[in-house]
């Protein structure tokens, strides 16, 4: 563990990126679009859980691993296309691979069903999100987190402190939350989309 003192920074001194909740939305939208163009049911309740993992791991990966002095930039491992492809493929096959048991519990196959899909997004979701501010910056070299290990992650001050304490300043001044827009957004789909179903199910009961 790192030995100076752990100090809160300003938000404004944070890099270009995305804050979990803002992930979480944003994964959810990208979700939903995909659902929408491939006719698929709308999530509801089993794609949320390998959604929401898939949005939040690059950063559960890394953050915590750079903090520690493990790996050098707090978007590196966990934010590389190569780590992704493998992690994504690693998850597809385990999923299908339980989905061929039998028997399985049927809750256990209504998740392995919709998990490839719905990690896949939330963890691409995830590297597009962390990819805007550089892009929006003219900042090209921020983005080779995304060919580690064939490129070394940037380097961030906020690295040095540990990302509970980042994400405490953060959520302490909900006002300031880069993303409050989009979590907006994501509760009003999510919101409509529940009581869309409960209508249609009511009409459908009648």
């Not at 270009?16 to 049911?41: K, N």
């Not at 691993?65 to 590196?76: D, I, T």
Request: hydrophobic fraction near 50%; include cysteine; glycine fraction near 8%.
């Amino acid at each position: 563990m790192r030995s100076e003192p752990i100090e809160f920074i300003n938000v404004d001194d944070l890099p270009h990126g995305v804050f979990p909740l803002g992930h979480l939305a944003f994964a959810y939208l990208c979700f939903i679009a995909y659902a929408a163009l491939t006719r698929r049911h709308l999530p509801a309740r089993w794609p949320l859980l390998p959604l929401a993992i898939g949005s939040q791991l690059p950063d559960v990966i890394d953050k915590p691993l750079a903090y520690y002095g493990v790996l050098s930039s707090g978007r590196s491992a966990g934010h590389s296309i190569v780590v992704a492809v493998l992690l994504i493929g690693l998850v597809s096959w385990g999923a299908r691979k339980i989905q061929r048991r039998d028997p399985v519990h049927p809750w256990i196959a209504q998740l392995s069903a919709v998990t490839p899909a719905a990690f896949a997004i939330g963890y691409l979701s995830h590297l597009v999100g962390d990819s805007i501010g550089p892009l929006l910056a003219g900042n090209h070299s921020g983005l080779s987190f995304l060919f580690w290990p064939f490129l070394p992650g940037p380097q961030y001050s906020g690295d040095s402190v540990a990302p509970w304490v980042r994400l405490l300043e953060v959520y302490l001044q909900p006002h300031t939350h880069p993303e409050l827009p989009l979590i907006a957004v994501g509760v009003f789909v999510f919101v409509s989309l529940r009581v869309w179903h409960a209508l249609g199910s009511q009409s459908t009961g009648d």
